[in-house]
């Protein structure tokens, strides 16, 4: 046994952990990797927080956070039982793994998906078959469609972008009746439409939501789930088995805030989404092919250039985007959509990186 590990578990041993993409010390980088929202959270947000640092944050926090699990079941028109909130949507996932999606049939995923979902069955020691995609990278639901412990992928996917119809989530949820199938929606704001009205007619069905991407507040650490009651106590469970106050005073003020300011959320969202259309443009116009995206991010591939010195080419002028080095997306880039000007940036570095080489001036004269 290695000597540095002589004091660790056979769990933290056994651990194979989810690498975040990089948050530099600086700020000399243009940062779309790791797709944080280029806009600054609601003004309210900041606001709301404001008024909580107070004296009372010698208290505990309340540990239902109803103030915020309110907001979100104003914003999605559901009772406030079938919300259930965590820490930033990585935690709610955690928990759904624990509580819902270990079984003793195998756990199905996309085998092209969100890397951390093998990371939390290898924590829990749940068991998982990955289940292909396409050739253009699309869900088949009726792949899923077999005995198993339990269905789980992001809607659109990630880091694919690709979007897959409420129809066959509903046909799936259907097919499903005897597992659960949780919807992970982290993108789902910027070109899809959510699962959650369906969780009314499906219990077996719970969503996903984070409020990192689409409300700007990544580092707040806010995310939460919409499914049937009897599904939200399985996390309350584990929850209380874990950390009982798992979003401090300044997450619960600050995300009820985000999710009563519906005017900005759009507005920015609708910001980023006419600037991921234009990046799209430009990066086919550069040579490469660009998956059809649903979320705030483009994957893409260039026929000539391999996305490894792309991606070394881009940092040395100072963009940040994530590379994959896993089978059968490692010619991708996923490149986060940023401001109008930080795109047009990214598109004016990638011209130049990609322009042929000039030819050496001729010789003159003699
Ligand atoms: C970003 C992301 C999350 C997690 O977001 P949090 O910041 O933990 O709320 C979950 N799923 C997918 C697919 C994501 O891309």
Same mark, same amino acid.
């Given at each position: 046994m290695d000597e540095r590990q002589r004091f660790w578990s056979e769990t933290a041993r056994g651990l194979t952990p989810y690498v975040p993409g990089e948050q530099p010390k600086t700020g000399r980088y243009v940062k779309l990797? @790791?797709?944080?929202?280029p806009y600054p959270p609601s003004p309210r947000v900041l606001e709301a927080i404001a008024r909580e640092v107070? /004296?009372? *944050?010698r208290l505990y926090p309340d540990p239902d956070a109803l103030l915020f699990k309110s907001a979100v079941s104003e914003a999605h028109g559901?009772? $406030?039982?079938?919300v259930f909130a965590g820490n930033g949507s990585d935690e709610v996932l955690a928990h759904a793994f624990c /509580? *819902? *999606?270990?079984?003793?049939r195998p756990l199905l995923f996309p085998? $092209? @998906?969100?890397?951390?979902y093998p990371v939390y069955c290898g924590l829990y020691g749940i068991d998982y078959r990955t289940v292909p995609l396409t050739?253009? +990278?699309? %869900?088949?639901v009726e792949d899923y /469609? $077999?005995?198993?412990g339990g269905v789980i992928f992001p809607n659109p996917n990630a880091p694919t972008g690709c979007l897959l119809s409420l129809d066959k989530i509903e046909w799936l949820a259907r097919q499903n009746a005897d597992s659960v199938l949780v919807v992970?929606? /982290?993108? $789902?704001? +910027? &070109?899809g439409k959510s699962a959650i009205p369906l969780t009314r007619r499906h219990s077996n069905l719970l969503v996903v939501q984070t409020l990192s991407k689409s409300r700007s507040l990544a580092g707040l650490r806010l995310g939460f789930a919409v499914g049937h009651p009897d599904l939200v106590e399985a996390l309350e469970r584990v929850r209380n088995s874990f950390n009982?106050? #798992? *979003?401090?005073r300044l997450a619960i003020a600050g995300g009820a805030a985000a999710m009563a300011d519906r005017r900005y959320f759009e507005e920015t969202r609708d910001r980023i989404v006419r600037s991921r259309e234009r990046l799209f443009r430009e990066l086919v116009s550069l040579g490469f092919s660009v998956l059809p995206s649903a979320a705030n991010f483009l994957f893409a591939t260039h026929p000539e250039r391999p996305a490894r010195s792309l991606l070394g080419a881009l940092r040395e002028r100072g963009f940040l985007v994530r590379h994959f080095d896993r #089978?059968? %997306?490692? &010619?991708y880039l996923r490149i986060t959509v940023g401001t109008e000007e930080e795109c047009e940036g990214l598109v004016a570095t990638l011209r130049e990186i990609l322009a042929p080489q000039k030819q050496e001036d001729p010789p003159h004269g003699r």
């Open positions: 990797n @790791t797709n944080e929202n107070s /004296a009372a *944050l559901v009772p $406030v039982s079938s /509580a *819902l *999606l270990k079984h003793d085998d $092209v @998906t969100y890397s951390f050739e253009r +990278f699309e %869900i088949r /469609a $077999v005995p198993n992970d929606e /982290a993108y $789902v704001d +910027f &070109g009982s106050y #798992p *979003l401090d #089978p059968r %997306i490692s &010619g």
